[in-house]
């Protein structure tokens, strides 16, 4: 009896032990399971493409130059609401920021350099066939298009504009070329910031596709990085070469809106409209700071430079109670359109022609876009007396299409008064005025405290 | 209809208590005769007619002669004398019970054989239980002559011994002791009782969920809640129960669930305060073996047998890296041994008050109306009157734009303002959206067995119409176990099932559409009316000119129209194998198998505003030919929400426990198990839904729809939603636990858990904790003379628990959004930074603590005190926004806590009326000691609403900006660098910490009850005090930015009444004065200063309990073995509060809405048991 026992004494051992085998056997595959179906560690081009697609993030754009551009005012009542960022950023007030942190026209294109990090990284350990060869290089374009576009954005706001007799001086923006959150922050030089967005975008050229994402047009482009590279050369005064990206993109796409096709409503245009060639957005946080409704008043003068049967006082603007006031622009929304359009492309190609003394095809360009503008059959196309006479029209015409656009305002005084435009700005609040000098220093926007404490980085002298 | 019933039965309880008065007085007596009879039937005579009970051994029977007595109503004492005259026996009374003890030698006789008298000596001692109490009669034995002598009332001997003599201690009902003389004064000799000798005395030991500890070898921190505590209270859900009855355990309360972006992550129930920041903060629980997946209120009560809750890391750390937040082990009942069947059948009906809707003071409807006319005055509503027409304006407004307008008359306008000055909205909300709770509970179970099998069957029905108006909630809980015993009763097989299932009817959610206070929802004949939502009046009146679907709100309908119904259905099955392989050594097989199914459906029908709406929103009308496009058809929406989990859990045991010679006494526990849990949530939309035909409209989820008020577009939600997850753990754990002579324990656990983290080398994936703990019963001692402190015990332990964080990874992670971006591709986005050093949370926790009983347990308790710390916590650290994030979630945090729980039970009254207490006592204060995250403004830790940890405090503080008064035109004045200061914006943006005062913990450090309970014969009546003390909370009081909302915001307190008005009020009043146009910044200054600070100290007298029991015993003929009728009266009210604001600190008003105390509550039950 008592053997008996001591048999099924083992066996017992023995059925325990081969139960806790068992679960050792299946226990890497338990470990290994994927804790949530929406986790996932990005490896894949569906999970790259999904990434770059987020485009509450990733087609987000800095607002503050716009802020500070010419193209609004505040009534005093509603100055007084705003916010203490808003209204320092309305006066040009040395300090913005005071304590606030995390904002967004810093953070936002950071973001965006971050996520287009980890896709090129992730790009590059994939490992490359022939079925997936094409995906790889074209999501590698859009990558590298995001972070230049990323880039030329903060530049825009916070380095000061480009100069190339000061540019390897000049304290550009942190370059940030890998996803290391522990590789630290250092200010390259102006003349290193652009010469890195115009080798992000030389090198996405050959890998984006030519054909515009009609459907998404969220998505980059060959077209969007010629239309991109255009906005960087003007910036930096590089007007040649802005001219020649233009026509790049536009030999592969120019379609204009006539706005005689469109209905006056609250959002008269769609995100998917055919001048968008690449779609982006102030951030909604950034939408307190020129709130479509309501709040900013368009510049008079502005206002008044419109002509009668000029479309685009019905399509751009909304007169609530006599006073006008923004819409949404191309982006269907209400936040406020800062992306790539043909409209802008024609200016900067007849900018170029105009600047390097061809008149006639500057105005050319002019009045192919301008036709579509006015009520049908009222236009009268534009003459020039010279290049000269074109070039005024010509940016006269810029401030009036591209109004409230992304701070090409603010990207052109920048500019235009390093060329003695000498354009002064003015603000009066409470029966003061306020005045902003060209070529302030006040041009380049202080960076965002947290950044300053968290990274080391210099700050901006102003 | 119910107080009549209570009527009935407080007056059948009186009759039985004067029954059962003269059925105790007659029974004194005793009436037998016989001839040669065995003592043993004389004395279950004597049992059946005094209610007394005999205990006797064997041995006593067999050196006893059979008796013949006849005697007839002779007094007990008298009888039992004659009965052992001519015996060797005697007997001693003791509260009803009558011991058998032998007749002591006559003294100064040499016991027989004793050859050594030379050397031998007087020996003393003293023979108690372990409470203390003496044990007269018992019996001392020297073994090597076989002589005796019995202990006197006092339970003191003298025995002539030598030293090394062995001496053998026995008691009826008690386990024998050996001991060798070492000394001629041998102390205190303590007899433990058998477990099964004695009913009603119950031997605790305590459930850890993989094994029972018995009380006497614990060293860890134990709260137990017998089935008796349970049953103290009433209540749906099995949890509540616990609450002032726990030692350790608090209840927190005003939590903020949800609000705005941030989680803040506040546990309804904290055991030893806090250990965690961002990671899970609730405790784990424990149902018969197993984590408890499920709805903990799908759990009926009546099935509870009992809760053990495990507080230190001896105690929890078992559980390993699920114990940081504390354990609550809940065990259901089992049938027993040899037990014929019993049945029992418990029902109770419970009647609450309707809440008390005026609690939160409004300000009256006339001062609003007045702050209206004052802002229409102003021009404050112009923007929204001529801007777009369809923005929501008030009644009183729109009435005072007509009348500038001229479309009304100012007698008009007078008349109709009239009207709404004398209305007030809570009239109505509290006719038409509240009533009185009514609830019922029935619950019948069956249990028994015999030599082989042992069973136990429930089954438990809720029902639960609450509060608020149309919803209710019903339960029905089933349950059936048996136990097998094979083989000789090595194997025992256990089976259980369990389910529940649980209907949650929530059509009212208590909102009611308006913040306006002076609205009527009603006509007289109780017929809806409408109030201003989302749009103008005007506007829905005339939009689409008869095209569209009727826009107006009517809260009436919408409450008589919702159908938001959610189906809980839960089920468990578990199997155990238990094998006894030799004496002591087990080993055993348990499986648990879970799954649970949440189904909500939320059908909107066409009659809802919120269908009636989405369709109109989305209608666009061609006026040219007047054809109406609907993107959304006409008909319901339903939304389904679906959660399913499935569980698995595997655990193999070994254990083996033994006693050896010598006073050796031993157990291992040594185990691995494996549990899987299986989530998946799913939620879809369906349009045009029909519910008699199930059908729907396929919809165009992508194009962007323009929306009626022409104010922007947007796609038609989906409402799509999918998630699964997947929780994977291995364990493997031991544990033992050695004492020595019953005076020392040693005990250990370590345990290792592995979990399927993401992203994590597998080496990381674990994470090994350990405890260790001592204790010592120094009253066991020989050198331990306290008579008057009987029981004294030391335990002190120290060891690791753990807690998860599934929501981190070491990787770089993306999450795919629910929704696609406005192209209609998918979208994923970064949620998860590199994180290669990620590891799990760690508590350490030191316990010190003492065990007490005086003698007779009239004190008696336990004092703790404990050190936490927890390290490694998982906590955002500031980054470089350049990096492409603003923070990094990772190890960065740590914090501390200590505490003290105090548990006191004292026995007042011993006669025949009983009176004990039970006092329980904590104390619990946590503070964050590393917290890296970016404080920001001090304006932000003034929110409530926010986790705001800070360095040196409690994780949930109270902190305000500083107060200096009003000044002399009634501006809030702060101090800001200590100076005063009005400006408002910079003190909220202030960075400065010194600017902010901390005022205090949220949560009360301090927390308690008092619970008196009374006794008379069948009677038990006690009640329950319970108190708050150390915490602070913030009273609302008026704001201006919400009363001028453009909507009609929530119309503020009544300290609106009370602002500064004119020059020298700020010397009598705090409240500041009106002002247009506003400062927002102005009105949060005050709103989170100091000066709206209070103390939430409070006493209060939760509630009372009173039943009555009648037995078998007392009234003959009665059907049943035992009836308890009972009474449970909660929520008492408040006995004393610290502030005077007349606000429950449990129940502090939020600025919005309705705020109430949980209403009083009155139940009634009877329990049978056959």
Redesign the interface.
């Known amino acids: 009896m008592e053997k008996i026992i001591n048999r099924y004494n083992y066996s017992w051992l023995f059925l325990l032990c081969a139960t806790l085998m068992t679960a050792s056997c299946r226990k890497e595959a338990l470990l290994n399971a994927k804790p949530s179906t929406s986790l996932v560690i990005p490896s894949s081009i569906q999970d790259f493409q999904a990434i770059l697609d987020a485009t509450l993030t990733m087609n987000v754009t800095p607002s503050l130059g716009e802020a500070s551009a010419d193209n609004y005012y505040l009534t005093d009542t509603k100055f007084q609401s705003a916010q203490p960022v808003v209204q320092n950023t309305y006066l040009w007030a040395k300090d913005i920021f005071g304590a606030s942190t995390n904002i967004d026209d810093w953070n936002y294109p950071y973001e965006q350099v971050f996520n287009a990090n980890v896709v090129l990284e992730g790009l590059a350990k994939m490992q490359a066939t022939a079925s997936n060869q094409q995906d790889i290089n074209t999501l590698t374009g859009y990558a590298l298009f995001y972070r230049a576009y990323a880039f030329f954005n903060v530049a825009q706001v916070f380095a000061p504009p480009y100069d190339s007799t000061t540019a390897s001086s000049d304290l550009g923006i942190p370059l940030r070329l890998s996803s290391d959150i522990t590789a630290p922050s250092i200010r390259a030089t102006v003349k290193d910031t652009y010469a890195q967005i115009i080798d992000d975008l030389n090198r996405a050229c050959k890998l984006t596709p030519t054909a515009l994402p009609t459907a998404n047009r969220n998505r980059p482009s060959r077209p969007a990085v010629y239309a991109c590279l255009a906005r960087v050369y003007q910036s930096m005064r590089a007007y040649k070469e802005a001219g020649a990206a233009a026509d790049s993109a536009l030999q592969l796409y120019s379609s204009l809106i006539d706005y005689n096709t469109v209905a006056v409503a609250t959002l008269p245009f769609k995100n998917n409209n055919a001048e968008t060639i690449f779609q982006s957005n102030f951030s909604s946080y950034a939408q307190t700071l020129i709130p479509v409704i309501g709040i900013a008043i368009i510049d008079s003068n502005l206002y008044r430079s419109y002509a009668a049967n000029d479309l685009r006082l019905s399509l751009y603007f909304r007169v609530v109670s006599g006073v006008p006031g923004p819409r949404g622009g191309y982006s269907g929304s209400l936040f406020t359109f800062s992306g790539l359009a043909t409209d802008e492309l024609y200016l900067i190609r007849a900018e170029s022609y105009a600047r390097a003394g061809q008149a006639s095809l500057a105005m050319a360009d002019l009045n192919t876009l301008l036709s579509k503008r006015f009520t049908t059959g009222t236009f009268i196309p534009y003459t020039a007396t010279d290049a000269a006479d074109a070039l005024q029209q010509i940016l006269a015409e810029r401030r009036k299409e591209l109004e409230l656009r992304g701070g090409l305002r603010w990207m052109d005084l920048r500019r235009l008064n390093k060329e003695g435009y000498n354009i002064t700005l003015t603000r009066v609040v409470n029966g003061q005025t306020y005045t902003l000098p060209p070529n302030s220093p006040l041009y380049t926007l202080p960076i965002p405290p947290d950044v300053i404490t968290l990274s080391g980085i210099t700050q901006n002298a102003r | 209809m119910q107080i009549k019933l209570l009527m009935k039965l407080t007056a059948i309880f009186l009759t039985m208590a004067f029954l059962n008065v003269s059925a105790e007085g007659s029974s004194q007596t005793v009436t037998f005769s016989g001839r040669n009879v065995p003592l043993k039937k004389v004395f279950t005579a004597i049992e059946r007619q005094t209610g007394f009970v005999v205990f006797y051994n064997y041995d006593h029977l067999e050196q006893a002669n059979p008796v013949t007595i006849s005697e007839k109503d002779l007094p007990l004492v008298s009888f039992l004398q004659k009965l052992f005259r001519d015996q060797p026996l005697d007997f001693v009374i003791k509260n009803k019970t009558i011991v058998i003890t032998h007749k002591s030698p006559a003294p100064g006789l040499p016991g027989p054989q004793d050859n050594d008298a030379g050397q031998s000596q007087p020996v003393t001692g003293t023979v108690t239980d372990s409470s203390g109490v003496p044990l007269a009669g018992a019996t001392i034995t020297l073994k090597r002559t076989k002589t005796f002598v019995t202990a006197n009332q006092d339970g003191q001997f003298t025995v002539q011994a030598n030293m090394g003599d062995v001496l053998v201690v026995s008691f009826v009902g008690f386990q024998s002791r050996e001991i060798r003389i070492g000394s001629a004064a041998l102390g205190r000799i303590l007899l433990k009782r058998y477990v099964s000798s004695l009913s009603g005395v119950e031997v605790r030991s305590y459930n850890t969920g993989y094994q029972q500890i018995p009380k006497e070898r614990a060293t860890g921190a134990f709260a137990i809640v017998d089935n008796e505590l349970i049953n103290r209270s009433v209540s749906i859900n099995v949890l509540d129960r616990l609450e002032n009855v726990t030692s350790g355990v608090a209840f927190n309360k005003n939590i903020i669930v949800n609000r705005a972006y941030q989680q803040i992550n506040q546990a309804t129930i904290a055991i030893r305060g806090r250990s965690t920041i961002n990671s899970n903060p609730n405790s784990l629980v424990i149902l018969d073996n197993f984590p408890y997946d499920g709805d903990l209120s799908t759990i009926n009560p009546n099935d509870v047998e009992s809760i053990t809750v495990l507080k230190d890391a001896a105690a929890s750390s078992i559980w390993g890296a699920f114990s940081g937040n504390g354990v609550i082990v809940i065990t259901t009942k089992k049938g027993k041994y040899n037990q014929p069947l019993k049945v029992s059948v418990n029902g109770n009906f419970t009647i609450a008050a309707k809440p008390d809707l005026h609690y939160q003071p409004w300000m009256s409807s006339a001062d609003y109306i007045e702050i209206e006319q004052f802002l229409y005055g102003k021009g404050f509503y112009n923007?929204t009157l001529?801007?777009n027409a369809y923005s929501q304006v008030s009644p009183v407004v729109q009435l005072l734009a007509d009348q500038t307008a001229g479309t009304v008359t100012a007698d008009q306008v007078t008349a109709q303002l009239n009207t709404y000055r004398n209305q007030d909205v809570r009239d109505d909300v509290g006719k038409y959206f509240f009533r009185k709770e009514d609830r019922q509970q029935y619950s019948v179970n069956l249990s028994g067995g015999d030599s082989h099998d042992k069973y136990y069957f429930s089954g438990g029905y809720d029902y639960d119409l609450p509060n608020l108006t149309y919803n209710n909630y019903k339960r029905v809980t089933v349950k059936g176990g048996n136990v097998f015993s094979l083989w000789k009763q090595k194997i025992e097989i256990t089976t259980d099932v369990q389910f529940n299932q649980s209907t949650t009817t929530l059509n009212n959610t208590g909102s009611y559409g308006t913040s306006l206070p002076y609205m009527k929802l009603a006509d007289a004949n109780g017929n809806a009316l409408a109030v201003p939502y989302t749009y103008r009046q005007t506007y829905t009146d005339t939009a689409g000119q008869g095209k569209l679907l009727d826009w107006t709100y009517r809260p009436l309908d919408e409450l008589r129209n919702a159908s938001n119904v959610t189906l809980l259905t839960d089920y468990h099955i578990n199997l155990g194998l238990k094998?006894r392989?030799?004496k002591g050594l087990e080993?055993s097989?348990l499986y648990q198998y879970s799954k649970g199914n949440s189904d909500d459906e939320v059908y909107n029908s066409l009659a809802t505003w919120y269908t009636r709406n989405m369709i109109n929103s989305f209608s666009q009308i061609n006026w040219t030919t007047g054809a109406i496009t609907r993107p959304i058809p006409l008909g319901g929406i339903l939304d389904k929400t679906q959660n399913n989990y499935e569980s698995n859990n595997?655990r193999?045991l070994?254990t083996y426990a033994n006693t050896f010679d010598g006073g050796h006494a031993l157990t291992v526990l040594a185990g691995?198990e494996?549990r899987?849990n299986d989530a998946f949530t799913s939620s879809y939309r369906l349009y045009g839904y029909d519910p008699s035909t199930t059908t729907s409209f396929n919809m165009d989820y992508v194009d962007?729809f323009?929306q009626y008020t022409?104010?922007?577009?947007q796609q038609i939600p989906s409402n799509i939603y999918?998630?699964?997850?997947?929780?994977?753990y291995?364990s493997y754990f031991a544990n033992a636990g050695y004492t020595y002579n019953e005076r020392y324990t040693i005990t250990g656990s370590a345990r290792r858990d592995?979990?399927?983290?993401?992203?994590v080398n597998?080496n990381q994936?674990g994470v090994p904790l350990w405890s260790a703990g001592a204790a010592w019963n120094i009253s066991h001692e020989n050198f331990y003379h306290v008579d008057w402190l009987p029981n004294l015990k030391f335990r002190l332990t120290d060891g690791y628990q753990g807690n998860v964080n599934?929501g981190v990874?070491a990787?770089?992670?993306?999450?795919?959004?629910g929704a696609n971006?406005?192209?209609?591709?998918?979208?994923?986005?970064?949620?998860n930074?590199?994180n290669p050093t990620l590891r799990w949370e760690k508590v350490n926790q030191v316990n010190m603590a003492i065990d007490f009983a005086s003698i007779h347990n009239t004190i008696s308790g336990s004092i703790d005190y404990y050190i936490k710390k927890g390290t490694d916590l998982i906590a955002p650290s500031?980054?470089?926004?350049?990096?492409?994030?603003?923070s990094?979630t990772g190890n960065t945090g740590d914090m501390k806590a200590h505490g003290l729980d105090v548990t006191i039970n004292t026995i007042n009254l011993k006669g025949r009326l009983k009176w004990y207490t039970t006092f329980l006592f904590n104390y619990a204060l946590d503070e964050v000691t590393v917290y890296k995250a970016?404080k920001?403004?001090i304006g932000i830790y003034t929110g409530t609403g926010f986790l705001n940890p800070n360095v040196g405090h409690p994780l949930y503080s109270l902190y305000s900006f500083k107060w200096a008064g009003l000044d002399s035109v009634g501006n809030p004045r702060a101090i800001l660098d200590g100076k005063t200061s009005e400006d408002y914006?910079n003190i909220y943006?202030?960075?400065n910490f010194d600017n902010l005062k901390y005022d205090g913990p949220i949560n009360p450090p301090i927390f308690g009850s008092i619970r008196n309970t009374f006794t008379w014969k069948q009677l038990s009546f006690s009640f329950l005090l319970s108190y708050k003390f150390g915490f602070y909370f913030r009273r609302p009081s008026i704001s201006y930015s919400t009363l001028y909302s453009t909507a009609g915001g929530y119309g503020g307190t009544a300290d609106y009444e009370r602002r500064w008005q004119k020059p020298g009020d700020e010397l009598r009043t705090i409240v500041p004065s009106m002002v247009y146009?506003l400062d927002p910044y102005r009105d949060g200054f005050y709103l989170n200063s100091t000066a709206l600070v209070e103390k939430g100290d409070y006493i209060r007298l939760q509630d009372l309990q009173f039943s009555y029991d009648l037995t078998k015993k007392q009234v003959t003929g009665l059907p049943f073995e035992t009836v308890r009728f009972y009474v449970y009266a909660n929520n008492i009210g408040l006995l004393w509060k610290a502030n005077h604001s007349g606000i429950d600190p449990d129940f502090v008003p939020q600025n919005a809405g309705l705020t109430y105390p949980n209403p009083r509550s009155i139940s009634t039950g009877i329990k049978l048991d056959f």
């Open positions: 923007s001529s801007g094998y392989i030799i080993a097989f595997v193999g070994l691995a494996v899987k962007l323009t022409a104010s922007y577009s999918n998630l699964g997850t997947v929780n994977n291995i592995e979990s399927n983290l993401f992203g597998t994936k599934p990874a990787l770089t992670t993306a999450t795919y959004g971006n406005v192209y209609g591709a998918q979208q994923a986005s970064i949620s930074l590199p500031p980054l470089d926004p350049t990096t492409g994030a603003t990094f970016n920001g403004s914006a943006n202030s960075t146009p």
